[in-house]
């Protein structure tokens, strides 16, 4: 099975749920629960996401829509907040779940370039699924493959 992925034709990322690991698994169904929480009467595109910090903690966050719409918080920065906020600045992994017919939803540039950032030893790897429970497939990807040349002061 082809599946488009940011515009590529991919299929060798696509796994079976029920050949991922369980804290894979465990965090795509957090993203799936966290989804039905999005605030969205906008674009009407609900999108839940996790996120396992260094020490095996898991943030939760979905999409927070506002009539100001860059006021508007993306599920992948709102679960990133609330790790940070409560002193977890290491990624470990990331799921995302959203429903988009002809591939699945990658985080957008904002949200590549803060997840960046936080991504333990460099890169962390991505979890990105449609939102079934459990998920069928899942597309399995990395902020570095995302991003591969991502803005650092550190750089």
Known sequence: MSLFI???KDSKNVKEFKDLDSAAQELL???IKARENAYCPYSKFPVGAAILTENNEVFTGCNIENGAYTA????????????????????KAIAVVALQENGFTTPCGVCRQFISEFALNGDVPIYLAKPTNPPLRVFCTSIYQLLPESFSFAK
């Not at 990133?80 to 002193?87: P, T």
């Open 6 to 8: 940011n515009g590529f």
């Open 29 to 31: 169904l957090a993203a």
């Open 72 to 91: 508007g918080l993306c599920a992948e920065r709102t679960a990133a907040a609330k790790a940070i906020s409560e002193g977890q600045i290491k990624f």
